[in-house]
């Protein structure tokens, strides 16, 4: 199964802090700490003379749980987050464009510039979706008001539940939507494709849903892979977000003026600067997407978030918690292009 030591190690190194004096290739090894869907790292980077540009990687989708390629999007738009905020405070220009409306990804601007270093860059490496159970303390005024001004972005709204009674509500929804797509033999199906159940297969992979990083026991792959479909049943995972949801300060709905890339990439900087603060401020996050995910959901979660009619894009619950093992990342020279002359 491999050595947990060897794997915190890996983890370790992989988050190291950002060089004084950054290589492009060191600038893209931050932008992929990210988070994505599945930890699918849907993602490459292709620099040029004084840019780089993120575009989709289309043969890392996840079609069942992600048809429109929503979340693939989104987490562009995390990864152009962090390479931003490296970029800025290395002297670099960081300014953002779309390419082709969104749907070719992204344009970051390297070219040299004020030095900008923002309080969320040291955050970066120490971000994780904590997908545990927090401690059900709320998050005091002042932080939420921090929380939900650093995540304001143009074209995109977010809302922040804090109390039970609609979080309870937001419960049944993720709980219905939980529900239906373990019913859906194809979600499963995909879902299992990108678990890593021991370390070795984590490393191995570099992608990927670590069970460790879930606070799941780690198992050989040759047990686990055919345990996974017998274990992964309504009721305890229905009990698992309950516990979840029931233990957490609160859930930030993010949602796009518009379902198009280039909203989805505005949802992804948006809700990745709201985890680095959160983060910054001691506290967890993780994503709680099924309302998004199960299509007849999305009404009830817009209306619970006060955008009736809205389409909304990513759910993140949030409060104090423990810290698990990192997830795994890909080396950078399996999402980077050569560098050319632009």
């Known amino acids: 199964m491999g050595s947990a030591e060897d794997y915190t190690a890996a983890m370790s190194a992989l988050r190291a802090p950002l060089d004084v004096d950054p290589s492009v290739r060191e600038l893209v090894r931050y932008a992929t ?54 970029a800025q405070a290395r002297g670099r220009a960081g300014e953002a464009r779309l390419a082709e409306g969104g749907a070719g990804g992204l344009v970051l601007d390297l070219a040299r510039g004020a030095v900008t270093v923002s309080p969320l860059l040291e955050a970066i490496p120490r971000r994780q979706s ?46 219905a939507g ?19 159940f021991n370390p070795r297969a984590a490393l191995k992979h570099g992608d990927g849903l670590y069970s460790a990083a879930s606070g799941a026991p780690v198992l ?19 009990e698992k977000h309950d516990r979840h949801l029931r233990s957490s300060a609160g859930v930030a709905v993010f949602t796009g003026a518009r379902a198009d890339p280039g909203h989805w990439i505005a949802v992804g900087r948006a809700c990745q600067r709201f985890a680095l603060q959160a983060t910054s401020l001691g506290l967890r996050t993780a994503f709680v997407n099924q309302p998004v995910e199960v299509a007849n959901l999305r009404a009830g979660l817009a209306d619970l978030a006060g955008a009736p009619g809205a389409r909304p894009d990513i759910v993140m619950r949030f409060g104090r918690g423990p810290t ?14 050569p560098v050319t002359a632009g």
């Not at 699918?40 to 980077?45: D, E, K, L, V």
């Not at 932080?143 to 001004?149: C, M, T």
């Not at 050989?220 to 229905?238: C, Y």
Request: proline share 12%; charged share 25%.
């Open 324 to 337: 698990l093992p990192m997830s795994p990342r890909r080396p950078v020279d399996a999402v980077i292009d």
């Open 220 to 238: 050989p792959t040759w047990l686990a892979s055919p345990l996974f479909k017998l274990v992964f049943q309504p009721q305890p995972e229905n």
């Open 33 to 86: 700490l990210a988070p994505s869907g599945h930890n699918t790292q849907p993602w490459r980077f292709q620099p040029f003379r004084d840019e780089i540009r993120i575009t989709p990687d289309v043969s890392r989708r996840t079609p069942v749980v992600d048809p429109d390629d929503h979340h693939l999007y989104v987490s562009l738009g995390c990864a152009a987050e962090n390479l931003a905020l490296a």
């Open 178 to 196: 939980a529900s239906a797509q373990m019913a859906d033999p194809a979600f499963v199906a995909e879902l299992a494709e990108w678990m890593r």
């Open 130 to 175: 904590t997908r545990g159970e927090y401690d059900g303390r709320p998050v005091a005024t002042p932080d939420l008001a921090l929380l939900e001004q650093v995540a304001r972005t143009p074209g995109v709204d977010v809302a922040l539940i804090t109390d039970r009674p609609r979080l309870d509500r937001f419960r049944d929804l993720v709980i």
